[in-house]
């Protein structure tokens, strides 16, 4: 598997990284399904990511509905300047929970 | 232009095409057309009604096979391209025809998702989500259970360009995306156009022959007439140019050509 995962003050952290393309997303699905099924909060960071195509938000989508389904929790940290421009184009920046970092994220949590 | 455009227009060719001659039988359609378009462009191809504009379009897609002159496309030669080359090419490409050409029997999803079922192995669901979204960036978000018959006009181009985004393509031909549109539904066609080359990096050969349009979104313009380039060029330049027939074309004026009588009567009498 092309991605890693931490566990990091209660949320489990799949970091993406490079490009998240068709021949990657598939990856990125699997690792953060696997931590959704695990019952773990998640949080996907993408501040290292090049470039993600709409097979890999399409990913994040599938996560995060997986997870309202659980009642799990879920969002977006550190999303770079080039995935940011992907998920406005289908207006999905106003649908993730979005964060600059876990920290912002625990602060919002309360 | 942003900076991300800025960027995106200094870099390698998406598309080349060297001194391309094509014929209709004897009847010359293109003339030694000569035509680069760099990444990240929106590269507006323009010209009358046999100008050879949707010829050198079918050259482009390798529909049909240039009787000289080189095509190149992403790097990649076209004349000889071995298969799996060209179907690797493919995946890289997006063609929205001017008719649409949705499957009349398949939903619009079901046409949306086509190119990801025929060159991807991905999850179901992954498929049916990027399906949707490309369908809610073209503004048809819950018509995907429609057939093309119940769609508009202006729709079915919008579900055709759905279906030719749906691979996140490197180069996009988009053939008249404003013919037959109102100016309203042509001008959020043009505002889409322009968002996806910022937002998915996209170069993007829109051919057409309406003005309002090709101004509104060109980095750069070739003009065709005849077979051969009037003029390519910023769309800046196009429009100061000192052309005549450029500016005729512009200004729609029609074309006033001396007569050769010989050659005239000759036409009439078949001879």
Known sequence: ?110 | MSSVSDRMLTSDPVVEVENLVAHYGSHKVLDGVNLTVNAGEIHIIMGGSGSGKSTLLRHLLGLRRVTSGRIRLLGHELDGVHRSELQELRKQIGVSFQGGALLSSMTVGENVTLPLREHTRLDESTMAIMARMKLEVVNLGGFEHFMPAQLSGGMIKRAALARAIVMDPKLLFFDEPSAGLDPVVSAELDELILRLREAMHMSIVVVTHELESAFRIADRMTVLDCGKILISDTADKVRNSANSRVQDLLNRRPRVEELDADAYLARLTGE
């Open chain 1, 1 to 110: 598997m092309s991605f890693g995962h931490r566990v990091e003050r209660g949320y489990a952290v799949v970091a993406l990284r490079g490009d998240v393309d068709l021949a990657r997303s598939p990856d990125a699905r699997a690792l953060i399904l696997q931590c959704l099924e695990q019952k773990s909060d998640l949080l996907v960071d993408l501040s290292e990511v090049d470039y993600i195509d709409s097979s890999g938000v399409a990913s994040l989508v599938e996560g995060y509905q997986m997870a309202k389904k659980e009642g799990l929790k879920f969002g977006l940290i550190g999303v770079s300047e080039a995935a940011l421009s992907v998920l406005k184009l289908a207006r999905l920046d106003q649908v993730f929970p979005i964060h600059a970092d876990l920290d912002a994220r625990l602060l919002d949590d309360g």
